[in-house]
Structures are given as structure tokens and as C-alpha cells.
């Protein structure tokens, strides 16, 4: 299956952290003509394998996604919402959002007060969720037999391929990276390779990757390469917290393995594919944090896709940087062997 | 024309090339004569059965929408808007941007990498930006040049209890309700007049006033409901659903008192869903029709839309009904009811 068409359709599920059944469903599925077996965790983690005799490798990417859940019904009918995963509010005004119901999706409107009947002190404040409700368009009986606190709140989904092979969508965060996966696994199909691989679309990272510690509990793998995105350059970022959309980056830092690193820019380099190099002094943010230290410890490598506008509805990446992400990841895992083990601390 | 049709064309102040071209194709197998004039309006007249009276309806046909102004030297398109448009309503939005409609992003620094002091801010239109993909400023401005304008990406759709939600309801219902009239012929002479920029300051009703050949002029125009949460109960001037608002007054005209008593009282008559706007926020083309040459009756039936001026503007489906109704029937009413 093409990235694209992929992206497109996985964008589109519901997965926010937590209630991210259909989308493991959906992943399982994508996965499965390239793999040995799939499996779906008790957390909803896809667990997609392809065989080989040689040393365990956990490669992760999450399928969950920030949104939001109904808080409360109000009087009137409008719903409240509280954020799952860093949704910044300001990004919500005039929005529509797909309403989880218990019959079926909805449509509802972020809505605020017009600009007509803003006082002066109104306009120079951000929205925030005190001030932020769903218009469902329907009357407080209705609102109320349909709707319950505990929804789920998603963004629109919408996909808009740009100029130059970029496009904009909702939850590039982390499915372009699930989708990154896809196209390593249906290159090594073609390919050799010795290692045993696990390709994991984890659940709950939003929240503190917690479906990374438990899919790591699960298969003890002896190496994790973990996928997530990155900031690409936009105008006002504070200096060295950003990367070129253009290529996937490889993270160096004390949490990540200076040998798998350092097989990730050779590989680049003999397959001539672009990478970038950022540095994670501490935190990485994503899966490789837990992973890394899950029963005995994991040794890790990090790579990221750079996307604009992270956590929010237009998040925006280059689909070259992607399939070439793929590319790297094929050739890097057809190439782990026994022989690794003892170059790891040397 | 349906509403869905007439709502996703785009048309802001000054662009209005795609409503005008639609609307003309509708409006001349239904009129007696139609032109473009002057200011880029449309005027569609039809001879009444009688020609006893003489009746102008008029609803503006631009939406607000957005400007290119330049590129960065990265590629990413400065942009202002076209009428009054809250910044923090454009934000993280999908547009359409120049004559090739091409797909962009209105982007912003993404959260984690904003200073407590820059959340703190409102982000304005010197931090937003329209992200079409390209990789330099030529690069940019070679398929979107300066002039450019850009249109918020959001289609016509219906949800809820009888809502519908779009971008340009403001005044495409109005549009609507007149083509809808069209249909029919009155004895009255009636001219229908769509008009240009009244977005930017009432511009094309300046002239289509000047030429109008009418004693009454009834403006169909959306009106901010002020019934959602946010908005001051004081403020609370009509109420989506409850009918179609009559104005006694906005911020730029004042109705008619024996026309606006004589709408009511119709609408009274005829059980044809009504609500008086009790309230006077906005500018309607009713301004130039009341004072242009020697003058004329006006009175505005607003449609009341929740979110007026952004992407998703909402209203009710029964509203518009009610809206065509109450200008129907005064249409066909024989005399005037009050002086």
C-alpha cells in the first residue's frame, strides 16, 4: 500500500489515546500481508512480525493521537471538552469535530463569540477550554440522549496535499511514522535479513508512552529503534529546537546508543539517503525514553520525520522525507546480525 | 440554486467573479433583464403583473476572506483579511489561495516551542502565515502572486436538528431567497440586487442605490446570533432558529418605522417565523439604499448565524425558509399596510 493512500485513510480513524481500538484494528490489517503475525495487545498496541533467527529487534512507532473527550453537557446543550495529549486550544475556533456517539459520529462546532459582539478586552485574550464549547446544532434533550461525558472528540479529518511532494493532515503525529514502518516492512519482505523484527504501533504515548513500556515487557527485545516526529522549521522557533522537513533525523544523547547511531548514518550514507542529526541532551519525549530502560534496558536508536505545526489538525510534512525514511529503515534492519552485540559499548 | 452551490463558491470583496458569473446564469432565464454594473453587482429586474409598486431586494454576494500580501524568503505567505475576520479564527485552518485554488495551511509556531510570554498573546496576522509547501518566496508567489486571495476550505454541511455550517453563509442565504423569488413574478416591479465588497464597507450597494429605481428596499443579510455561550445576556439580540430578524436598526441605518411595522405585522398575520433584532451591531447595504439620491424605505430580515465571520458559520435551515417567506409575502401584499 502507497504511503499516501495510507496516510489518508489511518488519519482519518479515531485513535485518541486511551480508545485507540479502530485504529489498531485498522494498522493490524495494513500490516498483515507483510508480516509473519500480528497480534493486538490488551493496550491496543499492534505487534506486526517477521521472522528471523538472528537477535530480537522492537522497532516502535504510536498510533494513538492527542484530541479530546466531552467533559460535560451543559445546560444549553454545548458540550465541554478536556484535552487528552497536548491539544493547544487556540486552535480550535471555528473548527468542526467529529463527536463519538453513542449513535454514530456527529458533527459539532467549536464555537466562540463573534467578532461583532467582542468587548475590546475579549479580543486580546486566548481562547482557553473555559471558554471553548461544541455547538452540536441540536436542542439539550437531544444533546443529551446522544451524547455522553467520556466521548470522544476528535479533529476533522481533512488530508491536503501541498506543493513540492508536502502535505498537511491531522495526526502525521505519530501515523506518518506508523506509515514509515509499513514501508520498511514491505521492503524487507524483498529483502534478507537475519534479525527477528517487531514492527510495534504503540498505544497511549501521548499520555507517557505507556505502550511502549509494556509492548517492551512483552518481546525483551536485544535492540529499539523508535520512531516519532520532530519540529521542522518554522519562523519564530527558539534556536536548535528545529530540523530540515526535507529528511529524517537521527537523535544522539545519553539515551540513545552511540554504536546504533553510528550504523544509522553509515547506512544513510551507503544508500545515499538524507539524514539529519539532532541532539537530546536528556528527554527524548517519545517512545525511546521507556523503551530504553525496560526490564534489563534496551539499547535504542531515535529517529524522527519533522513536521510543521505539531499537535494540531494541519500538521505538515514532506512525503519524500517519509518514504525515504522507509527506505533507511529497510536497509538498517537487514543488516543487524549477531556480530552487533559486541560493537554495542565498544 | 441551492444553498450548498451558492456556499462554496468563493467570492470576497473584490473577488466576486465566480458568485457573479453563477448567479447571472440563474437569474436570466428568470428575469427580464440582467446586468452587471458599474461596481460589479448584479441587478436582475422583473416587470410585475401590474407595476404598482416598485420593490428592491438586495443581498451582498462577497464573503470575507484573505489577501496575500508577500512570501518569506522560506516560502510561507503573509496574508491579511478581507473583511473582518477574528485571527483566532484562522488559525491551524485549511484555504484555498489564488486562481488556481491552490491547497495551503495557516500555520503558527507549533505549542511546545512557545514561550509562556508568546502563549500568553493572541496570535495575530503579523504570526500567521498561509504553508502552500513551497520551498522559497518564488517559489511561493509564482503560483500565488501578491493580490492573491485565499478562502477558507470549508464546504457546506448539514448537521444537528436542521443546521447547516459553512463560510460564506453570510449572505449567500440571502443570494438564495432571491433566486428563490425570482421564480415567481409579482405584481410589483421588483429589481434584486446582488451586490459587491459589502464586506469592505457597503461599497457596490453605494451604486446600486444610485441607480435603483425603487420606493422600498429590503436587504437580506445574516445577523450575529448572539445566542451561543460567551456573548453578554444584554447582548442577546436573535436567536437562530426562532425566525427571521427584523431590524429596526444597525449600526449603519435605521429602518422604515411604518416598513418595519408592516413586516412584522405580516409576518404576524401570515404565523411566518419572526424575531425583532434587539439589537444594533453590524453594518448592512441598508445604509445606501436609505440615503442615496432622494432616498428610500428600508427595513433588513436578517438570517441569525452562530460564528459569523469565520469558517464555520452556522445556521438554521427553518431561518432562511422563514426569511423567504416574510419577502415573499410582502411582495405579493397589495398595499401598504402603514405609511
Given at each position: 500500500?502507497?504511503?499516501?493512500?495510507?496516510?489518508?485513510?489511518?488519519?482519518?480513524?479515531?485513535?485518541?489515546?486511551?480508545?485507540?481500538?479502530?485504529?489498531?484494528?485498522?494498522?493490524?490489517?495494513?500490516?498483515?500481508?507483510?508480516?509473519?503475525e500480528?497480534?493486538?495487545?490488551?493496550?491496543?498496541?499492534?505487534?506486526?512480525?517477521?521472522?528471523?533467527?538472528?537477535?530480537?529487534?522492537?522497532?516502535c512507532?504510536?498510533?494513538?493521537e492527542?484530541g479530546?473527550?466531552?467533559?460535560?453537557?451543559?445546560?444549553?446543550?454545548?458540550?465541554?471538552?478536556?484535552?487528552?495529549?497536548?491539544?493547544?486550544?487556540?486552535?480550535?475556533?471555528?473548527?468542526?469535530?467529529?463527536?463519538?456517539?453513542?449513535?454514530?459520529?456527529?458533527?459539532?462546532?467549536?464555537?466562540?463569540?463573534?467578532?461583532?459582539?467582542?468587548?475590546?478586552?475579549?479580543?486580546t485574550?486566548?481562547?482557553?477550554?473555559?471558554?471553548?464549547?461544541?455547538?452540536?446544532?441540536?436542542?439539550?434533550?437531544?444533546?443529551?440522549?446522544?451524547?455522553?461525558?467520556?466521548?470522544?472528540?476528535?479533529?476533522?479529518?481533512?488530508?491536503a496535499?501541498?506543493?513540492?511532494g508536502?502535505?498537511?493532515?491531522?495526526?502525521?503525529?505519530?501515523?506518518?511514522?506508523?506509515?514509515?514502518?509499513?514501508?520498511?516492512?514491505?521492503?524487507?519482505?524483498?529483502?534478507?535479513?537475519?534479525?527477528?523484527?517487531?514492527?510495534?504501533?504503540?498505544?497511549?504515548?501521548?499520555?507517557?508512552?505507556?505502550?511502549?513500556?509494556?509492548?517492551?515487557?512483552?518481546?525483551?527485545?536485544?535492540?529499539?529503534?523508535a520512531?516519532?516526529?520532530?519540529?521542522?522549521?518554522?519562523?519564530?522557533?527558539?534556536?536548535?529546537?528545529?530540523?530540515?522537513?526535507?529528511?529524517?533525523?537521527?537523535?544522539?544523547?545519553?539515551?540513545?546508543?552511540?554504536f546504533?547511531?553510528?550504523?544509522?548514518?553509515?547506512?544513510?550514507?551507503?544508500?545515499?539517503?538524507?539524514?539529519?542529526?539532532?541532539?537530546?541532551?536528556?528527554y527524548?519525549?517519545?517512545?525511546?525514553?521507556e523503551?530504553?530502560?525496560?526490564?534489563?534496558?534496551v539499547?535504542?536508536?531515535?529517529?524522527?520525520?519533522?513536521?510543521?505545526?505539531?499537535?494540531?489538525?494541519?500538521?505538515?510534512?514532506?512525503?519524500?522525507?517519509?518514504?525515504?525514511?522507509?527506505?533507511?529503515?529497510?536497509?538498517?534492519?537487514?543488516?543487524?546480525?549477531?556480530?552487533?552485540?559486541?560493537?554495542?559499548?565498544? | 440554486?441551492?444553498?450548498?452551490t451558492?456556499?462554496?463558491?468563493?467570492?470576497?470583496?473584490?473577488?466576486e467573479?465566480?458568485?457573479?458569473?453563477?448567479?447571472?446564469?440563474?437569474a436570466?432565464?428568470?428575469?427580464?433583464?440582467?446586468?452587471?454594473?458599474?461596481?460589479?453587482?448584479?441587478?436582475?429586474?422583473?416587470?410585475?403583473?401590474?407595476?404598482?409598486?416598485?420593490?428592491?431586494?438586495?443581498?451582498?454576494?462577497?464573503?470575507?476572506?484573505?489577501?496575500?500580501?508577500?512570501?518569506?524568503?522560506?516560502g510561507?505567505?503573509?496574508?491579511?483579511?478581507?473583511?473582518?475576520?477574528?485571527?483566532?479564527?484562522?488559525?491551524?485552518?485549511?484555504?484555498?489561495?489564488?486562481?488556481?485554488?491552490?491547497p495551503?495551511?495557516?500555520?503558527?509556531?507549533?505549542?511546545?516551542?512557545?514561550?509562556?510570554?508568546?502563549?500568553?498573546?493572541?496570535?495575530?496576522?503579523?504570526?500567521?502565515?498561509?504553508?502552500?509547501?513551497?520551498?522559497?518566496?518564488?517559489?511561493?508567489?509564482?503560483?500565488?502572486?501578491?493580490?492573491?486571495?485565499?478562502?477558507?476550505?470549508?464546504?457546506?454541511?448539514?448537521?444537528?436538528?436542521?443546521?447547516?455550517?459553512?463560510?460564506?453563509?453570510?449572505?449567500?442565504?440571502?443570494?438564495?431567497?432571491?433566486?428563490?423569488?425570482m421564480?415567481?413574478?409579482?405584481?410589483?416591479?421588483?429589481?434584486?440586487?446582488?451586490?459587491?465588497?459589502?464586506q469592505?464597507?457597503?461599497?457596490?450597494?453605494?451604486?446600486?442605490?444610485?441607480?435603483?429605481?425603487?420606493?422600498?428596499?429590503?436587504?437580506?443579510?445574516?445577523?450575529?446570533?448572539?445566542?451561543?455561550?460567551?456573548?453578554?445576556?444584554?447582548?442577546?439580540?436573535?436567536?437562530?432558529?426562532?425566525?427571521?430578524?427584523?431590524?429596526?436598526?444597525?449600526?449603519?441605518?435605521?429602518?422604515?418605522?411604518?416598513?418595519?411595522?408592516?413586516?412584522?405585522?405580516?409576518?404576524?398575520?401570515?404565523?411566518?417565523?419572526?424575531q425583532?433584532r434587539?439589537?444594533?451591531?453590524?453594518?448592512?447595504?441598508?445604509?445606501?439604499?436609505?440615503?442615496?439620491?432622494?432616498?428610500?424605505?428600508?427595513?433588513?430580515?436578517?438570517?441569525?448565524?452562530?460564528?459569523?465571520?469565520?469558517?464555520?458559520?452556522?445556521?438554521?435551515?427553518?431561518?432562511?425558509?422563514?426569511?423567504?417567506?416574510?419577502?415573499?409575502?410582502?411582495?405579493?401584499?397589495?398595499?401598504?399596510?402603514?405609511?
Open positions: 500500500m502507497k504511503a499516501e493512500a495510507f496516510l489518508r485513510e489511518v488519519t482519518a480513524i479515531p485513535g485518541v489515546t486511551g480508545n485507540e481500538r479502530a485504529a489498531a484494528e485498522y494498522i493490524a490489517e495494513a500490516f498483515r500481508p507483510f508480516s509473519d500480528v497480534t493486538i495487545t490488551p493496550l491496543n498496541c499492534v505487534v506486526a512480525r517477521q521472522k528471523g533467527d538472528g537477535p530480537k529487534v522492537e522497532i512507532a504510536h498510533l494513538d492527542i479530546m473527550m466531552v467533559s460535560k453537557i451543559e445546560d444549553d446543550g454545548c458540550l465541554r471538552l478536556e484535552c487528552v495529549g497536548g491539544v493547544d486550544p487556540r486552535v480550535l475556533p471555528g473548527m468542526r469535530v467529529r463527536v463519538y456517539t453513542k449513535e454514530g459520529v456527529r458533527l459539532g462546532i467549536v464555537g466562540t463569540a463573534p467578532i461583532h459582539l467582542q468587548r475590546v478586552a475579549e479580543k485574550k486566548n481562547y482557553s477550554w473555559d471558554t471553548l464549547f461544541v455547538d452540536m446544532g441540536m436542542p439539550a434533550d437531544s444533546v443529551r440522549s446522544l451524547v455522553r461525558v467520556g466521548d470522544t472528540v476528535c479533529f476533522e479529518a481533512r488530508y496535499a501541498l506543493k513540492n508536502r502535505a498537511a493532515t491531522k495526526t502525521v503525529d505519530d501515523r506518518g511514522c506508523v506509515a514509515i514502518m509499513l514501508e520498511a516492512a514491505q521492503r524487507l519482505r524483498h529483502m534478507e535479513h537475519k534479525a527477528d523484527l517487531y514492527f510495534v504501533s504503540t498505544c497511549q504515548e501521548e499520555i507517557g508512552c505507556y505502550g511502549a513500556l509494556v509492548s517492551g515487557f512483552g518481546l525483551a527485545p536485544d535492540y529499539g529503534v520512531f516519532d516526529v520532530c519540529h521542522a522549521d518554522t519562523p519564530g522557533a527558539p534556536p536548535n529546537s528545529t530540523s530540515k522537513i526535507d529528511s529524517l533525523v537521527a537523535s544522539k544523547g545519553p539515551f540513545l546508543n552511540p546504533l547511531v553510528k550504523k544509522l548514518e553509515e547506512t544513510a550514507k551507503d544508500n545515499g539517503i538524507a539524514l539529519q542529526v539532532a541532539v537530546d541532551p536528556r527524548t519525549g517519545t517512545d525511546a525514553d523503551l530504553s530502560i525496560t526490564r534489563s534496558g539499547p535504542m536508536a531515535l529517529l524522527s520525520l519533522p513536521i510543521k505545526y505539531m499537535h494540531t489538525n494541519v500538521e505538515t510534512f514532506d512525503m519524500h522525507a517519509l518514504t525515504e525514511g522507509g527506505r533507511l529503515l529497510a536497509h538498517y534492519l537487514a543488516q543487524v546480525d549477531e556480530s552487533w552485540e559486541d560493537a554495542l559499548w565498544t | 440554486m441551492d444553498l450548498k451558492l456556499c462554496e463558491l468563493n467570492g470576497a470583496s473584490g473577488d467573479g465566480a458568485v457573479r458569473r453563477a448567479i447571472l446564469d440563474a436570466r432565464p428568470l428575469c427580464d433583464s440582467v446586468r452587471i454594473d458599474r461596481m460589479g453587482n448584479v441587478i436582475a429586474f422583473q416587470k410585475g403583473r401590474k407595476g404598482d409598486r416598485r420593490l428592491l431586494f438586495s443581498a451582498h454576494m462577497d464573503e470575507i476572506g484573505f489577501i496575500i500580501l508577500d512570501a518569506t524568503e522560506d510561507l505567505l503573509q496574508f491579511r483579511p478581507v473583511g473582518d475576520i477574528d485571527s483566532r479564527q484562522a488559525v491551524s485552518k485549511y484555504v484555498l489561495v489564488g486562481e488556481k485554488r491552490i495551503g495551511v495557516i500555520g503558527a509556531l507549533a505549542i511546545h516551542l512557545q514561550s509562556d510570554e508568546q502563549y500568553g498573546h493572541v496570535l495575530d496576522y503579523d504570526g500567521l502565515y498561509i504553508d502552500i509547501g513551497a520551498k522559497n518566496r518564488d517559489d511561493a508567489l509564482a503560483d500565488c502572486p501578491k493580490g492573491s486571495y485565499a478562502y477558507f476550505d470549508s464546504g457546506y454541511e448539514e448537521f444537528g436538528d436542521g443546521f447547516a455550517v459553512s463560510k460564506a453563509l453570510d449572505s449567500r442565504t440571502g443570494c438564495c431567497t432571491m433566486l428563490r423569488m421564480e415567481k413574478q409579482y405584481d410589483a416591479d421588483v429589481t434584486y440586487a446582488f451586490t459587491a465588497q459589502k469592505v464597507g457597503m461599497r457596490g450597494s453605494s451604486g446600486a442605490a444610485f441607480d435603483a429605481q425603487a420606493d422600498d428596499a429590503i436587504v437580506l443579510d445574516c445577523a450575529p446570533a448572539a445566542d451561543i455561550r460567551g456573548v453578554d445576556k444584554a447582548l442577546k439580540a436573535c436567536e437562530a432558529g426562532m425566525g427571521i430578524a427584523v431590524s429596526f436598526m444597525d449600526r449603519a441605518s435605521i429602518a422604515n418605522a411604518g416598513l418595519y411595522k408592516e413586516l412584522m405585522d405580516l409576518a404576524q398575520a401570515l404565523g411566518i417565523p419572526h425583532a434587539r439589537d444594533t451591531a453590524g453594518l448592512s447595504d441598508a445604509a445606501s439604499y436609505q440615503r442615496t439620491k432622494g432616498g428610500m424605505r428600508t427595513c433588513v430580515l436578517s438570517v441569525p448565524c452562530r460564528y459569523m465571520h469565520g469558517p464555520s458559520s452556522v445556521i438554521k435551515l427553518s431561518d432562511v425558509q422563514a426569511q423567504y417567506a416574510l419577502a415573499d409575502a410582502f411582495a405579493d401584499a397589495r398595499k401598504p399596510l402603514h405609511k
